[in-house]
């Protein structure tokens, strides 16, 4: 609270400082916060693009191999999966958005040739290719999502964490600071009129003794008989 505070000059020029440099740092944050949504509303719109995608891939896999099952039957499928060996590597690497850093997912051996599977090609129907081709894109837009997901997650984060001392500064830190510049001000223009009534009153005395003592003098020269000499001791 603002009585808390001593009164001093000292104190007003701190307060004072830190006001200046909470002003400064809520309108660097107000900036960052900005410049943040508008990078979370380019990533939204990325992945809501991205949620489209997956869905139909999604959809596009189920249908292949129901297909595949359904034509070829349970065995046969599960043979051709079982046969591969040249698994997808995945690089988790990180990119730097506005002081956010966010994952950036690099896939490899993810979609592969027909001789790459494993099974053989004499061996499989034309469905299996395709179940397959379908769930390579199902699993490069699962990593895409997951990107994309990961990066929303986090930059929602800042954002609010930024709001959140944005308004600790607006509503809480700089009120109060200014509160206490406000009552330190008032308390020194106080003690100022004081003093200034202080020596007002001194010099009033003063003037009302130097008023007696003359007119006390004048009085005793009236009383003096005339002729009459003071008369001083060595």
């Keep these: 609270m603002a009585t808390d505070v001593k009164p001093t000059r000292k104190n007003l020029m701190a307060i004072e400082d830190r006001i200046d ?17 508008m990078e979370f509303m380019d990533i939204l719109d990325q992945a809501q693009d991205v949620r489209s995608g997956l869905a139909d891939d999604y959809e596009d896999a189920q249908e292949a191999i129901d297909i595949a099952r359904a034509m070829d039957g349970d065995l046969e499928v599960r043979g051709a999966a079982a046969a591969l060996e040249d698994y997808p590597e995945i690089t988790l690497q990180s990119h730097n958005i506005m002081g956010v850093v966010v994952p950036q997912i690099e896939s490899s051996k993810v979609k592969k040739d027909l001789a790459e599977r494993g099974y053989g090609v004499m061996g499989t129907s034309a469905r299996i290719d395709e179940a397959a081709d379908a769930y390579e ?4 837009s699962i990593i895409l999502a997951a990107e994309v997901e990961t990066a929303m997650k986090k930059m929602l984060h800042e954002i609010e964490t930024t709001k959140r001392r944005v308004n600790a500064l607006e509503f809480k830190l700089l009120p109060e600071l200014k509160e206490n510049q406000e009552y330190i001000e008032q308390k020194l223009e106080e003690q100022e009129r004081e003093e200034i009534f202080r020596m007002k009153k001194i010099k009033n005395k003063k003037e009302e003794a130097e008023s007696e003592a003359r007119e006390q003098a004048a009085a005793e020269t009236e009383e003096r008989p005339e002729g009459e000499v003071a008369v001083t001791s060595d």
């Design 21 to 37: 440099l909470s002003e400064r740092g809520h309108d660097t944050l107000e900036k960052k916060r900005d410049g943040l949504i």
């Design 137 to 140: 894109e199902l699993i490069e």
